[in-house]
């Protein structure tokens, strides 16, 4: 079982809609949660990242952490066709000042004009 | 301010071959990441350097190395190469480890 579980999609959705992406996860030693942009050819650029429980709003953008659950949420609001990428969720883990990021599989999303 | 610059864009080598793959980071940015991208395994880390000094290590056989510069400017290094190291490298740099900044990548082709 990864770490951290992704739904790769494809999720193909209308201009203007909500966009919901999800990632769960096992290690509760996971402290920073981060949700990176990939559009094709282009390396991950970092869209929010947040360490506690809650939301955060940046933007059409809200990252929603649930430690409880091992939740993490990335909500899209009034979606455009330039949104159109691959989502990345990622969580930094920590093991004596060592430090890595573990990425889920990436969703890729469609936004339809 | 410049972003990571990583060098080469594109490579295609032949199996067997290593290969030599580079990155600057953001100017002040100390801690250099790798990661390989493939379609099938996602995202994963390779190495992590700090101040010249090897932080974390991935689960990568021997073949995969690296290493940082009193500058920050970081090298990795596949030797003997395989078809199946084929992938997007990527290169991260952060400050203070809340955020990373990743460049555009290697596209490495093994024929």
């Known amino acids: 079982q990864k770490e951290v579980e992704q739904d790769p999609g494809p999720l193909s959705v209308p201009e203007g809609a909500i966009v919901s992406l999800n990632c769960t996860y096992s290690?509760?030693?996971?402290?920073?949660f981060m949700w990176y942009r990939q559009y094709s050819r282009k390396g991950p650029e970092l869209l929010m990242y947040t360490y506690s429980s809650g939301n955060k709003e940046d933007g059409r953008f809200t990252a929603q952490v649930d430690k409880s659950s091992k939740y993490i949420s990335l909500f899209i609001r009034d979606s455009q066709p330039s949104d159109s990428a691959t989502y990345l969720c990622a969580m930094r883990d920590i093991i004596q000042g060592a430090q890595k990021l573990v990425f889920g599989q990436g969703t890729r999303l469609t936004i339809n004009p | 301010k410049a972003g990571v610059t990583q060098t080469p864009r594109y490579l295609i080598k032949t199996r067997g071959q290593q290969v030599t793959l580079s990155c600057s980071p953001i100017?002040?940015?100390?801690?250099v990441s790798w990661y390989q991208q493939t379609p099938g395994q996602g995202l994963q880390f390779l190495f992590e350097?700090?101040?010249?000094?090897?932080?974390n290590k991935g689960n990568f056989p021997g073949r995969f190395s690296g290493r940082q510069f009193s500058n920050s400017r970081s090298e990795m290094n596949v030797s003997t190469l395989e078809l199946g190291d084929s992938a997007l490298y990527l290169c991260?740099?952060?400050?203070?480890?809340?955020?990373?900044?990743f460049g555009s990548g290697t596209r490495l082709t093994v024929v």
């Open positions: 350097y700090f101040s010249e000094t090897q932080r």
């Open positions: 100017s002040g940015h100390r801690s």
């Open positions: 290690n509760s030693a996971f402290q920073y």
């Open positions: 991260a740099s952060s400050f203070t480890g809340d955020g990373y900044t």
